[in-house]
């Protein structure tokens, strides 16, 4: 969207209600959140107390991924039916129902755990497919990125939220009650039901009237809107009402857009750090914390993810996409490299844990640090608007559900991948990854910062659906 009137008089632009209207729409990432850390503790839980196998508590953590790949596949379908703020909402009770049947008094058994787990993943899925698209529909094109990253601080506050419960409930008592406190988290979608849909939503429909009131609720009653209606018009004329043509998949342009949002979501997944909050009680109590107990540590890294998301959100657009991508999964690297160092100097003399008992906690937490200043946050801002108008829910919809599934494979292999590697080649490997997705976002990336959705779609040169129908 552009954000200046074409007048000398400029008027500007109450930036507010953007950045209210994208918190809200970001509040299912604080519930995606809650479900992913939820599984910290109740990995354990269900080991101790519900004498769950092995395998069991492999499909408990990764049928979440295998929910939200479902949930993200169904988007296309229901785009357009019903506006995406009521479809967004509409995941609150059903949430709360699948919360209340994972606590429930014949949630003894392991299949209702598996079953509530693919439920909130499916809604997940609903919220990584329509929230970037929303938001970046919403937003003036000078904070933009800004906005796009709030769906990764709220998920990781979710994860912090579900941290921080996990560490002040004993442990014997959580497999109810620190479901219900979860849960209950999840009525803060609530809001998502107030919100406007976008102007291009309106206008793609024809109706002016809700796209103006929409425009002025998000910019403020003095703007003049009517450029960026006239705009927003000619975006849907470009796009020919946003419909899917074949033939703009011959674009090169467009074919670097798809191959941008592809690598970047798939090196979101495939460099550890979902494992890493799955299993993250664990790993501290498996790998050392140095002086804090495994709970503690695992709130010191909830706390830093935050901190670093919210310090990305506030750079994106001064520094660009690009370099923070590149540098972030550079930094990972590193500290993956040094993780796998000590895993080596542990393993060869358990003395060195004597000397270096700071190095794990230290390592681990500047991973999710570095993941959190640009490969975690950015990754929804590509999502958001990098690709042509026809083709951004459908191939929004399938590169989530590919980055998801390829989560849920390393989720439910990661134990054969450890005993098979051992910890120092998993923690290299992963680096490996890591810096083939830097060289990528430095090579591929294209930066958006400060276009709007219209100039975006004029970068790709393509015809109308209507010339291309003709061709």
């Not at 008089?9 to 604080?30: C, D, H, M, P, T």
């Amino acid at each position: 969207m552009t954000s200046a009137s074409i007048n000398d008089n400029v008027v500007e632009i109450r930036k507010l209600n953007q950045y209210i209207g994208a918190f809200v729409a970001s509040l299912g990432g604080f519930a995606l959140g809650i479900s992913l850390g939820w599984n910290s503790k109740a990995s354990i839980v269900l080991k101790n107390y519900f004498d769950a196998t092995a395998t069991e508590i492999g499909i408990i953590g990764g049928i979440l991924n295998g929910g939200i790949c479902v949930g993200a596949l169904l988007m296309p379908f229901v785009a357009g039916r019903v506006s995406r703020p009521s479809i967004m909402f509409w995941t609150m009770p059903v949430l709360i129902w699948t919360w209340l049947l994972m606590i429930s008094h014949h949630c003894q058994k392991v299949m209702l755990f598996i079953m509530g787990r693919l439920i909130c993943g499916i809604c997940g899925g609903v919220f990584c497919v329509f929230t970037p698209i929303y938001v970046a529909e919403i937003a003036s094109k000078e904070i933009r990125g800004r906005l796009l990253g709030f769906f990764q601080l709220l998920v990781n506050c979710g994860v912090m939220y579900s941290f921080w419960i996990a560490h002040t409930i004993d442990e014997e008592t959580s497999s109810w009650r620190y479901s219900v406190i979860c849960g209950l988290a999840c009525l803060s979608i609530v809001p998502v039901k107030l919100l406007p849909e976008s102007p291009l939503y309106y206008l793609s429909r024809n109706d002016e009237i809700n796209a103006e009131k929409s425009l002025r609720w998000y910019r403020g009653d003095t703007y003049d809107v009517q450029h960026e209606i006239n705009e927003t018009k000619r975006l849907i004329l470009v796009s020919g009402q946003r419909k899917f043509n074949p033939k703009l998949l011959k674009n090169r342009r467009v074919l670097r857009a798809i191959a941008t949002c592809l690598g970047v979501t798939l090196g979101y997944h495939m460099c550890g750090i979902n494992m890493m909050i799955f299993y993250a009680l664990m790993l501290f109590d498996t790998s050392g914390s140095g002086e804090l107990t495994g709970s503690e540590q695992t709130l010191v890294v909830g706390a830093v993810q935050i901190l670093v998301s919210l310090l990305a959100a506030f750079l994106v657009d001064v520094v660009g996409r690009r370099i923070l991508l590149t540098f972030s999964s550079l930094l990972m690297g590193v500290f993956l490299i040094l993780l796998g160092w000590y895993f080596n100097l542990r393993d060869t003399d358990p003395e060195y844990e004597d000397f270096y008992f700071w190095m794990s906690p230290t390592w681990i937490t500047l991973t999710f640090a570095s993941f959190n200043l640009g490969l975690g946050p950015i990754t929804w801002s590509v999502l958001g608007d990098t690709l042509p108008e026809e083709l951004k829910t459908p191939v929004v919809s399938f590169v989530v559900a590919i980055g998801w599934l390829v989560s849920l494979m390393a989720s439910m292999t990661f134990d054969e991948i450890v005993v098979y590697l051992g910890g120092t080649k998993v923690m290299w490997v992963s680096a490996g990854i890591c810096w083939l997705v830097a060289l990528f976002c430095a090579l591929v990336v294209k930066d958006n910062t400060g276009k709007s959705l219209i100039e975006i779609q004029d970068s790709f040169r393509v015809q109308s659906n209507r010339d291309l129908e003709g061709t």
